[in-house]
């Protein structure tokens, strides 16, 4: 029992340490595009993660220049290792996003309400379209994956069926010699008592003749 709490212990370090390394954060100042493999030749299956959002690290590339992520939305692709950290950076030097939002709103406001209402108006569809597109393009690369799947359980259901058609083949030669088997005993059997039933037919004929015969005894004598 003196051993159980030490071991727990480095169980739960371990545990951490391992959880931890499996999470990292987008840098960067602006959206990364989430990629349907590894590489920049695979289609967009998301159009942007946020710098600074967390994602959970599933693997990495052979080369180690793309990990397969997944976001807190449970949104799935692939993205330079470049772009991740092992923590999230925050700056404090330069205004954030939001607020450089809310000055420009606030200007734009100043000078033309209509013009205002209208960016806000197209900004919206902006991004209800980039909602749209990313659902879309995650369906299809969850359909892809799946696809995928089908194709290999379609090959190896080919395969099994070739291997059954190759063993009812191997079956159906085995019966057939067996048969063959089955026919040249049959003909050997019937041989034997053929020549069996010929030889008691011989004997029959033969063992009399090799029996002498006796001698009548004369009356005269």
Same mark, same amino acid.
Request: aromatic fraction near 4%; charged fraction near 25%; glycine fraction near 6%.
């Given at each position: ?83 991740? %950290?092992?923590?999230? #950076?925050? /700056?404090? &030097?330069?205004?954030?996003? =939001?607020? *450089? ?79 063959? %088997?089955?026919?040249? #005993?049959? /003909?050997? &059997?019937?041989?034997?008592? =053929?020549? *069996? ?25």
């Amino acid at each position: 029992m003196r051993f159980s709490v030490p071991l727990l212990m480095l169980f739960l370090l371990f545990s951490n340490t391992t959880l931890a390394q499996d999470i990292r954060y987008v840098s960067g100042d602006q959206k990364v595009a989430l990629r349907g493999g590894a590489g920049d030749d695979y289609q967009i299956v998301h159009r942007g993660v946020s710098p600074g959002v967390s994602v959970i690290v599933s693997r990495t590339s052979d080369d180690g220049l793309w990990a397969d992520i997944t976001t807190e939305a449970g949104d799935t692709g692939w993205i330079p290792t470049e772009k991740l %950290l092992l923590e999230p #950076v925050v /700056s404090t &030097d330069t205004p954030t996003a =939001a607020t *450089a939002g809310e000055s420009s709103d606030a200007e734009l406001a100043e000078i033309d309400p209509t013009v205002t209402s209208a960016e806000i108006e197209l900004a919206d569809q902006i991004r209800i379209r980039d909602e749209q597109f990313n659902a879309i393009a995650q369906e299809l690369y969850r359909l892809k994956r799946i696809s995928g799947q089908a194709e290999q359980l379609d090959i190896d259901n080919r395969r099994l069926v070739e291997n059954t058609e190759n063993l009812r083949s191997e079956v159906e030669m085995l019966q057939a010699e067996n048969l063959r %088997l089955h026919d040249k #005993v049959e /003909s050997e &059997d019937f041989m034997n008592g =053929a020549l *069996a039933v010929l030889l008691g037919v011989v004997i029959a004929l033969v063992a009399p003749r090799l029996v002498p015969k006796r001698r009548k005894s004369s009356s005269w004598a």
